[in-house]
């Protein structure tokens, strides 16, 4: 059933009508009409290696699809979802994002952001579970400005019970610019083997 | 304590008044009416929009994830599922978007919120969930136990 798990771990889709999806791939190994479906379960002989042959087949194809696309840079823009500091962003290239309260890199610093969780384009979509292969995407970005919030209010009061009480916060905020979202390399290709990484995850 | 003159004899206030109130008043600058001029009735609409704007700031996040929650039940009900069982089928693949990428997703990239649907929906006819009616190719062809996903 490896062509199973392949097709849940990349769900790629093309043109609408000729879709290729995991639930197109699934549903067609119906072998009879929903309806009818109760009482005549195991009475026709299914080749089942034939369709997983079949399933794998397609994943194939679908992966050579996309990778034919990247490689004409067909694809267009990249978009990705990460996960930064606790909290999931949808980003393309350009955009700024916001991250509040204590975050250590500092101005200037470059990052890349390894949690992608789902990176798409015009045309194919990968869905991370729940994250992506590591060096599948890969998402430059750049910190751009340190600076502190606005002054946030705490005040409390309860009536007629002489208690009062008013403090002021303004929390870190870091503005970090996305330079570039790219495909590293193939879908559904060998990764190059890595050296020890840095990686904290 | 011993009070020796009469200037002391008076509750001492804080700073002075002058600048106490006008800090007040630089608050109630936008009110209508008395609550713009008058220092009673200003102080307290200060205190009550203070306070506001205190539980103001939590319930945002509240009202925030509510408005994620309507916007994906919309998105999943297009494609005739509920968002339980949405959510639930994302959870048991392994996909863990939360509910603001999930709304973004079903705004922005309608295919590939489809997707998503679609993946979620398998699952949760693989899985047997009560919400989904179609039954899954898999549990007739192979049996539940014989599907080894990863």
């Known amino acids: 059933m490896s062509f199973l798990a392949q097709a849940v771990r990349q769900v790629l889709r093309q043109v609408p009508n000729r879709s290729l999806s995991l639930a197109g791939a699934m549903r067609s190994l119906s072998i009879s009409p929903a309806v009818g479906q109760q009482n005549k379960l195991a009475t026709e002989s299914v080749d089942i290696s034939a369709i997983a042959k079949d399933q794998q087949k397609e994943c194939q194809s679908i992966c050579e699809r996309i990778n034919r696309q990247v490689q004409k840079s067909e694809q267009g823009r990249l978009f990705a979802v990460v996960h930064l500091c606790g909290k999931q962003f949808k980003i393309t290239p350009g955009d700024v994002i916001l991250v509040e309260g204590y975050w250590p890199p500092t101005i200037g610093d470059e990052i890349s952001l390894d949690k992608v969780l789902l990176a798409g384009a015009r045309d194919f979509t990968l869905v991370g579970r729940p994250i992506l292969e590591p060096g599948l995407v890969s998402v430059k970005a750049t910190v751009v400005e340190k600076t502190l919030s606005h002054t946030k209010t705490h005040f409390r009061k309860k009536r007629r019970k002489q208690y009062m009480r008013i403090n002021f916060q303004r929390s870190p905020h870091t503005m970090v610019r996305i330079n570039s979202i790219e495909l590293a390399r193939p879908v559904d290709g060998e990764a190059p083997p890595s050296e020890p990484s840095k990686r904290l995850f | ?150």
């Open chain 2, 1 to 150: 304590m011993v009070f020796l003159n009469l200037p002391l004899l008076v509750r001492a206030r804080g700073p002075d008044e002058f600048w106490r109130k006008r800090r007040i008043f630089k608050l109630a600058a936008h009110y209508r009416s008395r609550t713009r001029n008058v220092y009673s009735f200003a102080i307290r609409s200060v205190h009550r929009a203070l306070a506001y704007a205190t539980k103001g700031r939590k319930l945002k996040k509240l009202d925030m994830a509510q408005l994620w929650s309507t916007r994906v039940e919309a998105g999943c009900q297009q494609y005739g599922v509920g968002l339980e069982t949405f959510k639930e089928g994302l959870a048991r693949s392994d996909i863990l978007l939360n509910k603001k990428v999930l709304s973004d997703l079903a705004i922005w990239e309608p295919r590939s919120f489809e997707a998503l649907v679609k993946i979620s929906r398998e699952r949760a006819a693989v899985e047997g969930m009560p919400d989904i009616k179609r039954r899954s190719a898999f549990n007739q062809v192979y049996g539940l136990s014989n599907l080894k996903l990863d």
